[in-house]
């Protein structure tokens, strides 16, 4: 098992930055995907960006493309998501999961991933 902890939100300006960091127990943490996903009130949870176990293959959703990374830290048990030029629209709850299967079509899905994180709010104001 993993456990998964998100940190890095509050709140931001329009069209600032910020970076969300999910650190996560355990001696595996090399095996896992990860992903990042968020949701926002009365939504559904939605995919952000994953990324896959060595960290050199990254699916970002068409609506963040250019401006969210993801990346990772192995050594260090982290993730990352590192976000640029916010928009109100991003406001939402943001999620790290962890799934053992190798990286593929699937990490779009998070009825896929087995193991998630308590969420960190992310607040875009103007």
């Known amino acids: 098992q993993v456990q998964l902890v998100e940190s890095g939100g509050g709140l931001v300006q329009v069209g600032g930055s910020a970076r969300l960091s999910c650190a996560a127990s355990?001696?595996?943490?090399?095996?896992?995907?990860m992903g990042w996903f968020r949701q926002a009130p009365g939504r559904e949870r939605e995919f952000v960006a994953a990324?896959?176990?060595?960290?050199?293959?990254?699916a970002r959703a068409t609506s963040v493309k250019g401006r969210f990374t993801i990346s990772r830290d192995n050594a260090k048990n982290t993730v990352y998501l590192q976000m640029n030029s916010l928009k109100p629209e991003d406001t939402a709850v943001y999620y790290c999961?962890?799934?053992?299967?190798?990286?593929?079509?699937?990490?779009?899905?998070?009825?896929?991933?087995?193991?998630w994180g308590q969420g960190t709010q992310v607040t875009v104001s103007s």
């Open positions: 999961a962890a799934n053992s299967v190798p990286y593929g079509p699937w990490v779009e899905s998070p009825s896929e991933y087995d193991y």
């Open positions: 355990g001696h595996t943490f090399s095996t896992y995907t």
């Open positions: 990324i896959n176990r060595r960290g050199d293959n990254t």
